[in-house]
């Protein structure tokens, strides 16, 4: 069984256009993120969750919003998609609130590209 | 957080031992240090984290000196599946930021 889930795994779509991403992870983890990897490697947190509460809440465009409605799930939808926004977005998950204490367990990840 | 440095890239054969050394010279008090390992295609894996001293699990050992200010991770005999990039993270213990650095890429030859 995949611990956390992501899909889709692919998502080619235009400018302009609003997507979503979905995330879903089976360990009964309490917390949730959503990071983001561009096309130099670097991987950024965007968001945390911590029983559907948002807890980390990074500088990122308001187009970029996350829904957790349930501690298990996580989405991310996107609006008006821009060039820019082109990148890998990964899920991961957590045993409590820490974020750097306790290991984080990630999603195979989902490549966004943004024609 | 504290700032990390870390070598680019670094080459091995399969069988050795390869050694990466972190530099975190503004460490806090309460900071860890967490190591992640990344595939292609493939979101980050914890590999081992520590405090001080010498840390050893089944994949790795993390050597952290007296003074913290930079830390090591060593892979023991390499193989080709540990061609990955590896990610050296300071941070402390509170629901605070984590972020990567550039990591190094590690590659493994025959």
């Known amino acids: 069984d995949t611990a956390v889930s992501q899909t889709p795994k692919y998502l080619v779509t235009q400018m302009g256009n609003d997507k979503s991403i979905k995330c879903e992870q089976n360990l009964g983890h309490d917390t949730m993120y959503w990071y983001k990897q561009d096309s130099k490697k670097f991987l950024k947190i965007m968001f945390s969750y911590n029983n559907k509460e948002l807890i980390i809440n990074e500088t990122v465009p308001n187009r970029f919003s996350p829904k957790s409605p349930d501690k298990a799930h996580l989405n991310l939808h996107i609006n008006s998609l821009e060039l820019g926004d082109s990148a890998v977005y990964f899920c991961?998950?957590?045993?409590?609130?820490?974020?750097?204490?306790?290991?984080?367990?990630f999603g195979p990840g989902t490549r966004l590209t943004v024609t | 957080l504290a700032k990390t440095t870390q070598p680019i890239s670094m080459d091995s054969y399969e069988g050795q031992e390869v050694n990466i050394t972190c530099s975190h010279n503004?460490?806090?008090?309460?900071?860890?240090i967490t190591w992640y390992q990344q595939f292609p295609s493939q979101g980050p894996r914890f590999i081992i984290q520590g405090y001080k001293t010498k840390v050893t699990n089944e994949v790795a050992s993390l050597f952290i000196p007296a003074d913290r200010k930079s830390s090591t991770l060593s892979l023991p005999r390499v193989s080709l599946s540990d061609t990955a990039v590896y990610y050296c993270?300071?941070?402390?213990?509170?629901?605070?930021?984590?972020?990567f650095g550039a990591g190094t890429q590690v590659v493994v030859t025959p």
């Open positions: 503004n460490i806090a008090t309460n900071d860890y």
């Open positions: 991961a998950s957590s045993p409590g609130r820490r974020t750097f204490r306790y290991e984080q367990y």
């Open positions: 993270l300071v941070g402390t213990d509170s629901w605070g930021k984590l972020q």
